[in-house]
């Protein structure tokens, strides 16, 4: 995903953010919390999504170019798919996609959804990537397995990927997370 990353960006993100976006992507519930716990500042905090979304949208145009729009869309959780395939499709018909785009990002953070939302693509990429890759291992193409593989990956990983970012804003609303960090 490093080597991704890099290609993506190249020199217009510091190797810092690069690392940072990494992390995110590798260990999306640890890097949000860590996150939210160092900005105390709300503002910056929106902003931190906003950026953060941009990238992980543009990174999984890039993870996702070579599929079809169909299997992406099957690889998508569903609660999030129409919302997901909005960002990461160019729409012909869009005057202003910046605005659009931006809009739309906007009502995930102001909807409290962004936490669920960034811990999806990890889910995408290895669902695509590793199911991709075992695939090919076990059949030597990419072919219908594909989808059994990347299923397997998927929902292995969306379970305990959606349930500990529920968990973390369960205790942030009831405040237990001051009790359990002792504080």
Same mark, same amino acid.
């Given at each position: 995903?490093?080597?991704?990353?890099?290609?993506?960006?190249?020199?217009?993100?510091? +190797?810092?953010?690069?690392?940072?976006?990494? %992390?995110?992507?590798?260990?999306?519930?640890?890097?949000?919390?860590?996150?939210?716990?160092?900005?105390?500042?709300?503002?910056?905090?929106?902003?931190?999504?906003?950026?953060?979304?941009?990238?992980? +949208?543009?990174?999984?145009? =890039? +993870?996702?170019?070579?599929? %079809? =729009?169909?299997?992406? =869309?099957?690889?998508?959780?569903?609660?999030?798919?129409?919302? /997901?395939?909005?960002?990461?499709?160019?729409?012909?018909?869009?005057?202003?996609?910046?605005?659009?785009?931006?809009?739309?990002?906007?009502? /995930?953070?102001?909807?409290?959804?962004?936490?669920?939302?960034?811990?999806?693509?990890?889910? $995408?990429?290895?669902?695509?990537? /590793?199911?991709?890759?075992?695939?090919?291992?076990? %059949?030597?193409? /990419?072919?219908?397995?594909?989808? +059994?593989?990347?299923?397997?990956?998927?929902?292995?990983?969306? $379970?305990?990927?959606?349930?500990?970012?529920?968990?973390?804003?369960? $205790?942030?609303? =009831?405040?237990?997370?001051?009790?359990?960090?002792?504080?």
């Amino acid at each position: 995903m490093r080597r991704k990353i890099d290609e993506e960006f190249g020199n217009t993100l510091s +190797v810092k953010d690069k690392r940072s976006l990494a %992390t995110l992507i590798y260990y999306p519930q640890e890097k949000l919390e860590l996150v939210c716990q160092e900005e105390e500042d709300q503002e910056v905090l929106e902003d931190w999504f906003k950026i953060t979304i941009h990238r992980l +949208v543009q990174m999984t145009k =890039r +993870v996702s170019s070579k599929y %079809t =729009r169909s299997k992406v =869309r099957k690889a998508l959780p569903h609660d999030f798919s129409y919302v /997901i395939e909005e960002l990461i499709t160019e729409k012909e018909e869009i005057q202003d996609k910046e605005l659009y785009y931006n809009e739309i990002i906007n009502t /995930i953070i102001r909807i409290g959804r962004a936490p669920w939302l960034s811990a999806l693509p990890p889910i $995408l990429f290895n669902a695509v990537a /590793i199911g991709a890759e075992w695939c090919y291992a076990a %059949t030597g193409s /990419i072919n219908v397995a594909f989808w +059994v593989f990347a299923g397997q990956i998927a929902l292995g990983q969306l $379970l305990p990927c959606l349930l500990g970012v529920w968990l973390v804003t369960l $205790l942030e609303r =009831r405040g237990l997370q001051t009790i359990i960090e002792g504080k």
